[in-house]
């Protein structure tokens, strides 16, 4: 079994974004034992299907990232991707300028920051330039928000991203088309784990919220685990069907 897992913050809150840090203290005590592989994302994909392997992304780039995770990750040599939003890089994740409901406000990690952690080995992906919805986006938009945060990343800290991620999880066939002319690969927030085979630019992830009762990443690759995640994502798309 394969799967990219996906993470936001790290803290207390219990939000949906939001993973409590003796949760994520669990998951990376697990993944450090080896049981299951932690990979770059680059190379989880382009692996056998029949291995136990992950590959752990951490989206939007808060600031908790770096004291709560990163030190974690870094001690145990786990390989990590961090999507960035560039033009709110230093700011917060209240997109548009307006907070969302149960979504805590959150400080964003500015350049200096982001260009240390990747000079320490963290890859940094595109999360688009303001994090906004590209399927309602003109196509001019579209062009700025995807190849506009490429350029960012590179100018900013002199490497071209091969990655990206479509917020909210909301691509057309537009958006889709604009990211593979500019990207390797792209994460999707479709909640399954990999197949045999996928569409490099529509990869599917597991949300770690979903992840953080104790045992529950624990038991990634059983048939317990499968089942969960069968359930769980049908319940997530009969959401996505209900009005509102």
């Not at 990232?65 to 917060?92: I, N, S």
């Not at 990207?183 to 784990?193: H, I, S």
Request: with cysteine; net charge neutral.
């Amino acid at each position: 079994m394969r799967a990219i897992l996906t993470y936001h913050s790290i803290d207390a809150s219990g939000s949906p974004i939001s993973i409590d840090p003796l949760a994520f203290a669990r998951h990376v005590e697990f993944l450090a034992a080896g049981r299951v592989r932690v990979l770059p994302l680059a190379e989880l994909v382009a692996r056998d299907a029949e291995e136990d392997a992950v590959a752990l992304t951490f989206d939007d780039g808060c600031q908790n990232f770096a004291e709560e995770a990163w030190p974690r990750l870094a001690e145990h040599g786990l390989p990590a991707t961090m999507f960035v939003v560039t033009r709110r890089v230093g700011t917060d994740n209240a997109w548009g300028g307006r907070d969302e409901p149960k979504i805590p406000r959150l400080p964003l990690l500015g350049w200096d920051a982001l260009g240390k952690l990747a000079a320490a080995g963290l890859e940094l992906g595109a999360h688009g330039r303001t994090h906004a919805r590209l399927e309602k986006c003109a196509d001019a938009e579209l062009v700025d928000e995807i190849e506009g945060s490429a350029a960012d990343l590179a100018e900013r800290t002199g490497r071209r991203p091969a990655s990206f991620c479509y917020p909210y999880g909301d691509f057309d066939e537009r958006a889709v088309a604009r990211v593979k002319a500019t990207f390797a690969r792209a994460c999707t927030t479709e909640l399954r784990v990999l197949a045999p085979a996928e569409d490099a630019w529509r990869l599917p992830r597991l949300d770690a919220y979903y992840l953080c009762a104790p045992g529950r990443l624990e038991g990634f690759g059983t048939p317990a685990f499968a089942r969960y995640l069968k359930a769980r994502g049908a319940l997530r798309r009969l959401r996505g069907l209900l009005p509102g």
